[in-house]
Structures are given as structure tokens and as C-alpha cells.
């Protein structure tokens, strides 16, 4: 199964990056080039060229690219071929000569993804920075379509096939010009807001396209969201049965043998036309309502438009400080960038050092270090870091300025550190003393705070070191217990050794400073470590 899945996503990858390879063309350096050939393909309808005839249409058609001989045309088109932006044709060829033959043997012909995407690479050269109108009125035929729809769906005998796919027909393409044109013109409207640069004339064209253009555009969609919502609720139960009558009635494509889509043509596909699919509805229905949970296209619509209101205030307070002496520096700007363009390179040398104070570069000749001479053929791309001084590089100053500040003397808090850290060994080690002297009759002495936080400190080390064992009563039945035996702990550096032991019955009772502590069940032990016995042994014997 995994196989399965990492196969076919491979395949996919294969495919999208097929699709995307035929774009190559309009970023390539013979772009030009390639977009006149694409043009020719895409005036004639089933175009089936040789490069004779692509060579007579561009003439034709007056373009720069016209003067391109014929085995530059070769090249490029055996490019576009290879991009997928164009097929390969095998036709009959009648040539005078073998040269002739050669040129003309290989005829091309338009694919489907070159003809899509030479289609919106015009419209984008064409259109792209005009402000597109929102076909509005087209709601409102939306809205009126739906409801008669949905009143010929519910009536008795529900509505006539036909009837019924040129309606839906209709609808669909109302609703997807409608749409299309709201993402063009609100992507137009971004383009603008993206500008906080607008003097005053353009301003007042914003405004008015905002607040009236706008704001009508948004009144009116949504006025007719909620009868659009509606009357899409009552359509949607009934939609499954409609569009499997309307594919009884009129299959299109779909209607081709099996035989001839499966074992014969394997590769066909068919896109269906908007509205024949029930993923169309979806569509329809989750743009005028929230049907997943993440907003509509209306609200996105109404947010938007909040968005531009905002870049219009922004806008508009920037002004109003412009007119309290915070002027813009725009034209300015402007007029010095038209001045560069018009100026030779000594002239822009000079405009630029009187408009930014940008010098020639100043040779400060600061000498580098010893073992890091530098030839002179280096070049300064590749070559070492210089470090320069702060007071050279924000002075110009070679001078030394101030005294370096003598080094702190930390000696004082060192010694008091290690006088604090003495006593606390001292007291700890004076502590241990104390418990080792107690241990066996701890109810007739009473320890210190010291003391006891130490004794304490050693019995919570002890009791987690304890092992959990399971005992067998009498009657058979396992139970838990901790095995305080062998639970003990011990501090080496103070030499001192806790041990506990389980015994019933036994209470002990440690008196301190802070209050009396009682032990039920437990005993302890006090001593010196093993490794502290050692040690006197051999100093003994030595």
C-alpha cells in the first residue's frame, strides 16, 4: 500500500512539474520570440505549420521577430516542443528540393496547456494594470435564475432536461464572469492600497472609487447573498437527481463508448462544462455561504473592503500631516530620478555626491597585521578584513581618545565568597559531629537547626534509596512493602553514614531546636563511611 501511494505521488510530481515546464517559455531570453510563434498557433484554429508557413505568418503579421531565417525558427520551435507547448505533426510534404523537404518535413501543431497559457500571457500583457469593471448586474441574473430553477425542480414532474441544462448553462456563466471579475478588480484595488505615495488628485480618484464604486459593489452582493443562500437551500436535495437526469438526457463526452475511453484511449479526459459536476455546486454554494467553517467569499468580499477603508484613512492622515509641514518627498524624488536618467555618468557622479554626499572612496592606508601581508594583485573582493578603529571610522580620527580604563579588582568578593564558603563547610562538618555523637540515644539530646536539617537531608536520600519488595502473607495473598534493610545514604565529604531499619513497634523521637520530630516503625543508625574507616586504618598502621 505504501508502494502504492509513494508511486502515485510521484506521478503526480511528474505531472505538475510537466505543466509548469510549459511556462518556461515566457521567462526565457528568446521570450519574445516565443510569444510570436505561440501567437501564430493560437490565430488559426487545428493550426498544422511547417516552418514555410510560421515563416509567411509572422511576415505577415509585421512583427519584430519576422526577420528570424529558418533554422532559428527550427530552434526555437523544437524548444517550445520540448516544453510541451507544442506537438509534433506528421503530414504529406511536397518539396522541390531536399533543402526544402528538410524544412518542411517536420509540421507542429498547438497543445492544449501552450493554447491555455498563451491565452492568459496575452490577457495579462493586455489587461494587467486596468482596473476591470464588476459585472454586478450579473448577480442579480444569479438570483433570478436559481429561484425560477428552484421553483421548476420542486413543481410536479420537475423540470424539462433541456429546459433545464440551458438554465443551469446560463447560470454557471453568469456566476463565473461575475466572479472573475470581483478577483480582478479587488487584486486592482490591493495594487492601489499597496501605495502610501498618493498625492492629492490621485487620492481623490481613490476615494471616489472606493466609497462609491466600492461600497456599491458590496451593498448589493450583500443584498442578494441571503435570497442567493436560500434559494440554493431549497435546490440542494434535489440537485444529485437533477444532474443524473440532465446526463441521461445529454451525456456530451461522457457519453463515449467505454471501449473507446479505457482500452482504446486511456490518456482521454473529459472536463465537464461548470454546473454538470456536483463539485460546481459546492463551489456556488460555499461562495455566498460558510459551508466549511472558514468564511464565504462574502465576508471575504466585506473584509476587504474594511481593509481598503482603513488604507484610505491612512492615507488621508498622511496628507493632513503633509499639510502641517511633514511634506512628502515624492516628487522630489521624482524630479532627481529624471535627472540621473537624463545625465552622462560624470554628470549622474555629481548629482549624486550634491543629492546624497556620496565621496569618492578615501584611502586610509591602515597597515595590516604582520603575518597577514597582502600582495597587491589581491583583489578587495577576496581580500582580508582590515579591522578599522571606531574613532577612525566615525572620525576620522587616528588619534587616541581617553585612557583605557584599569582592570577591576575583583579580590575583595573572592575572599568574602570563600570565607562564606568556609563556614558553611565548618558548621555542616560541626553538624555531622553533632548526629555522630547522638546516634543511639537521640531521646536524650537535643539537636540543632543544623543538625537536624542535615539528619533530615540524609533520612529523605535513605528512604528513596529503599527497595520495594512483595511479601506472602498467611493467607496467600501478595502485598508491597519497602525492604528498609539495606536503605541507607551517606555524605563522603563529611564522612557520615545514615542507616535504617524497620522495626516494629519502635518509636523515635528527635528533639531539636525547631521542634520534636517522632519516627514510628524506624531506627537509625549513625556512623562514620567506610571510606573514613579505611583511611584511620592505614593511618594507624603507617
Request: one cysteine or more; a negative charge.
Amino acid at each position: 500500500m505504501g508502494a502504492s501511494v509513494s508511486g502515485a505521488g510521484q506521478d503526480a510530481y511528474k505531472e505538475a512539474r510537466r505543466r509548469l515546464n510549459a511556462y518556461a517559455y515566457l521567462s526565457a531570453p528568446e521570450r519574445l520570440d516565443h510569444v510570436s510563434i505561440m501567437r501564430v498557433f493560437c490565430s488559426t484554429l487545428l493550426a498544422d505549420l511547417a516552418v514555410p508557413d510560421i515563416l509567411a505568418k509572422l511576415c505577415q503579421a509585421g512583427a519584430s521577430d519576422a526577420e528570424l531565417d529558418a533554422d532559428t525558427l527550427t530552434v526555437r520551435l523544437e524548444q517550445l516542443v520540448q516544453w510541451g507547448n507544442l506537438l509534433r505533426s506528421s503530414h504529406t510534404v511536397n518539396a522541390s528540393s531536399i533543402s526544402e523537404y528538410q524544412r518542411s518535413r517536420s509540421r507542429y501543431q498547438l497543445s492544449k496547456l501552450g493554447e491555455r497559457i498563451q491565452r492568459d500571457a496575452d490577457g495579462v500583457l493586455a489587461e494587467a494594470d486596468a482596473a476591470r469593471e464588476v459585472s454586478n448586474e450579473l448577480l442579480a441574473l444569479v438570483e433570478r435564475g436559481l429561484r425560477e430553477l428552484a421553483d421548476l425542480v420542486t413543481a410536479p414532474g420537475g423540470v424539462q432536461p433541456q429546459d433545464g441544462l440551458e438554465r443551469i448553462s446560463t447560470l454557471f456563466v453568469q456566476f463565473t464572469e461575475f466572479a472573475d471579475s470581483i478577483r480582478d478588480f479587488y487584486a486592482y484595488l490591493g495594487q492601489v492600497l499597496s501605495r502610501y505615495d498618493l498625492d492629492s488628485a490621485e487620492y481623490q480618484g481613490f476615494k471616489e472609487l472606493l466609497l462609491d464604486y466600492v461600497e456599491a459593489i458590496t451593498e448589493d452582493v450583500a443584498f442578494r447573498a441571503p435570497r442567493i443562500s436560500a434559494a440554493l437551500d431549497t435546490l440542494w436535495p434535489h440537485i444529485p437527481a437533477l444532474l443524473d437526469r440532465l446526463d441521461s438526457h445529454a451525456q456530451g463526452l461522457t457519453g463515449l463508448p467505454a471501449q473507446t475511453q479505457v482500452e482504446s484511449r486511456p490518456e482521454v479526459r473529459i472536463q465537464r462544462s461548470r454546473g454538470r459536476e456536483f463539485a460546481d455546486w459546492e463551489g456556488l454554494r460555499g461562495w455566498f455561504s460558510n459551508t466549511d467553517g472558514q468564511g464565504s467569499q462574502v465576508d471575504q468580499l466585506r473584509d476587504a473592503t474594511l481593509r481598503a477603508l482603513q488604507s484610505l484613512l491612512a492615507n488621508a492622515k498622511r496628507m493632513l500631516r503633509s499639510a502641517t509641514g511633514e511634506m512628502s518627498r515624492r516628487k522630489d524624488l521624482l524630479r532627481l530620478a529624471r535627472w540621473f536618467d537624463e545625465a552622462a555618468p560624470r554628470e549622474a557622479h555629481d548629482i549624486a555626491v550634491a543629492a546624497f554626499g556620496l565621496y569618492g572612496a578615501r584611502h586610509l592606508g591602515i597597515p595590516p597585521a604582520t603575518d597577514e601581508v597582502v600582495p597587491a594583485y589581491t583583489s578587495w573582493w577576496t581580500g582580508p578584513v582590515v579591522e578599522v578603529p571606531v574613532a577612525l571610522r566615525e572620525r576620522g580620527s587616528r588619534a587616541q581618545r581617553g585612557r583605557a580604563s584599569a582592570v577591576e579588582d575583583h579580590s575583595a568578593q573572592k575572599q568574602l565568597l570563600r570565607e562564606a564558603a568556609r563556614q558553611r563547610a565548618a558548621a555542616r562538618a560541626a553538624a555531622a559531629d553533632e548526629l555522630r555523637s547522638a546516634s543511639g540515644r537521640f531521646g536524650e539530646v537535643r539537636l540543632t537547626s543544623a543538625a537536624l536539617g542535615l539528619l533530615l537531608e540524609l533520612l529523605a536520600t535513605a528512604l528513596g534509596n529503599a527497595q520495594l519488595s512483595r511479601t506472602v502473607s498467611t493467607d496467600g495473598e501478595r502485598t508491597a512493602a519497602f525492604d528498609l534493610d539495606s536503605a541507607s545514604s551517606e555524605d563522603a565529604e563529611l564522612r557520615i553514614r545514615l542507616t535504617v531499619r524497620r522495626t516494629a513497634g519502635t518509636r523515635t523521637v528527635l528533639y531539636s531546636a525547631d521542634g520534636d520530630l517522632l519516627l514510628d516503625d524506624l531506627e537509625l543508625d549513625i556512623g562514620r563511611t567506610s571510606a573514613a574507616v579505611d583511611g584511620e586504618a592505614e593511618a594507624s598502621v603507617s
